[in-house]
C-alpha cells in the first residue's frame, strides 16, 4: 500500500532552469510533508518541509507547494543547478507519527 | 557537530548467513530509527526507538531481524539468517523528538546477500 506516490522515476532540466518534483498522497491524516535529497552513497539529507496548516514555505532557492484537496505537493527548485543533481523523496507523517517516504525521484541538471 | 555514525559501509554475506549493523545517532537525539532502502524504492522503518524503549516495530520480520538499543544511545541491528531478499541499503537515523519529523540519517550499510 504506498500512502505516498512519486510517480516521475527521473527528470531532466537544464541549469538555470525551473525543476518541479511532484508527489501525491492517498492518507488524509498525514498532517506533515518533508523533502529529502540524497546523493550516492549518502544518507538522505533534510531539504524542506510544510505542515498541512501552510500551503507554501519557501527557503531560498526552495519551494514546497502544498494542495490539500488534491492531496499533492510540489517541489519548486529555481534556478537548478548541476549540485542539484541528486534523488529526492517525499516524506508525509500523520499525528507525529512514523515518516513513509516515496520511492524517489533522480533529478539530473545538465550545464 | 558530529552527525549519525553507522558501521560497516559495505557488507557482502551468503544466504543464511547472519549479519549485524551498528549505529551512533547524533548526541542528545532521544529517538533512533532503522530504516531499510531497497534498489528502486524508498527507505521503509522497520523499527523505531525513544530512548531504549521500542515504539514502532511493526514493519520488522521478527523471525529473523532483532534490534537493540542498550543504554539508550548505540544501536545494533541484526539479520539471522539472511535471505536474498534482505539485500538493501541500511539506513539508521535519528531524531531529537519523539517521531514524524526531520530526521538526521547515517550514510547507511550496503548489504548485498548471495
Known amino acids: 500500500d504506498q500512502q505516498v506516490k512519486q510517480n516521475s522515476p527521473s527528470l531532466s532540466v537544464q541549469e538555470g532552469r525551473i525543476s518541479i518534483l511532484n508527489c501525491d498522497y492517498t492518507n488524509s491524516m498525514f498532517d506533515y510533508f518533508l523533502w529529502y535529497k540524497k546523493y550516492p552513497a549518502e544518507g538522505p539529507t533534510f531539504l524542506i518541509s510544510i505542515s498541512s496548516i501552510k500551503d507554501k514555505n519557501e527557503d531560498g532557492r526552495f519551494t514546497v507547494f502544498l494542495n490539500k484537496s488534491a492531496k499533492h505537493l510540489s517541489l519548486h527548485i529555481v534556478p537548478s543547478q548541476p549540485g542539484d543533481s541528486a534523488v529526492y523523496f517525499c516524506?508525509?507523517?500523520?499525528?507525529?507519527?512514523?515518516?513513509?517516504f516515496g520511492a524517489g525521484t533522480i533529478l539530473r541538471v545538465k550545464s | 557537530e558530529a552527525g549519525v555514525a553507522q558501521s560497516p559501509r559495505y557488507k557482502i554475506i551468503e544466504k543464511r548467513q547472519s549479519v549485524a549493523f551498528w549505529c551512533n545517532p547524533i548526541?542528545?537525539?532521544?529517538?533512533l530509527y532503522w530504516y531499510q532502502q531497497i534498489l528502486g524504492q524508498g527507505p521503509k522503518l522497520l523499527i523505531q526507538?525513544?530512548?531504549?524503549?521500542?515504539?514502532?516495530d511493526s514493519q520488522l520480520p521478527k523471525d529473523r531481524f532483532s534490534a537493540e538499543r542498550l543504554k539508550g544511545v548505540d544501536s545494533t541491528l541484526k539479520i539471522q539468517p539472511a535471505k536474498l531478499e534482505d539485500s538493501a541499503v541500511y539506513l539508521c537515523?535519528?531524531?531529537f523528538g519523539p517521531g514524524g519529523e526531520k530526521l538526521f540519517f547515517g550514510s547507511g550499510t550496503q548489504l548485498s546477500v548471495l
Open positions: 516524506a508525509a507523517s500523520a499525528g507525529g507519527n512514523k515518516l513513509v
Open positions: 548526541s542528545g537525539h532521544a529517538t
Open positions: 526507538f525513544q530512548n531504549n524503549g521500542v515504539v514502532d
Open positions: 537515523a535519528s531524531s
